[in-house]
């Protein structure tokens, strides 16, 4: 089974730009949910999205937005970028809840830096 | 706000020791903890706890979770180089309705550098 992949892996733009991440679960994971890294802060959720819903969301703003297609795959838009907005993007599918077994596997992230 | 800490963040061995990692967590309605390796770039799961004094093992790593004083270890025995990565712990918690909703929160995580 093809694992999580994310596209593009690599971004690099400038302050005040707009930029869309991708994401495709690994196939028949309906849940994706994204996380921001950087060293400052560590792993911050952002939001999950199940059946092209949003369920959760974490605490950024709203130029942080998403959302799910009806195959699963999900995408993360980030708008005005900031210097602040640099870090390693993360995605996670998993099947269902994680008690049952909905284990969330992570893609391998997209980097953005923005200059 | 949920929180989650990890210490020691960084830790220096040699091949062969044994290192206790530690991860204290204070959430509401809590669901899981869990356990992630990260090398390069994808966090991999390593184990979930949900009930207290259970140990988990997978060959030479084990954990353990204690829901009254809040807080999980994670032991590795003789340390191996391939053991060098970022250690998270991640606390899960109901949302509305009862389920999880794919959050995690994650700890600041833990640099452990094997040395030959």
């Known amino acids: 089974k093809a694992g999580v992949t994310q596209t593009p892996r690599y971004l690099i733009k400038t302050r005040g730009q707009q930029v869309t991440l991708s994401c495709s679960p690994i196939?028949?994971?309906?849940?994706v949910s994204w996380y921001q890294q950087t060293p400052g802060q560590g792993l911050q959720f952002l939001f999950e999205y199940f059946s092209e819903t949003q369920r959760n969301k974490g605490n950024f703003p709203g130029r942080f937005s998403g959302r799910q297609f009806s195959n699963s795959r999900s995408e993360m838009n980030v708008s005005t970028l900031e210097l602040g907005d640099s870090a390693l993007y993360l995605c996670a599918s998993s099947a269902g809840p994680l008690l049952a077994g909905g284990e969330q596997f992570f893609g391998p992230g997209t980097r953005l830096t923005v200059l | 706000e949920d929180k989650v800490v990890q210490s020691p963040l960084s830790l220096v061995v040699h091949e062969g020791d044994t290192v206790t990692l530690n991860c204290s967590y204070e959430v509401t309605n809590f669901r899981s903890l869990l356990w992630y390796k990260q090398e390069k770039k994808a966090p991999t799961f390593l184990f979930m706890l949900t009930s207290s004094g259970i140990e988990k093992k997978s060959g030479r790593l084990s954990s353990i979770l204690d829901k009254k004083e809040l807080f999980s270890i994670l032991n590795i025995t003789a340390t191996q180089t391939g053991d060098s990565a970022i250690y998270l712990c991640a606390v899960e918690v109901f949302g509305a309705g009862g389920t999880s909703y794919g959050k995690l929160t994650f700890g600041q995580g833990t640099i452990l550098t094997v040395h030959p």
């Open positions: 196939s028949g994971h309906r849940s």
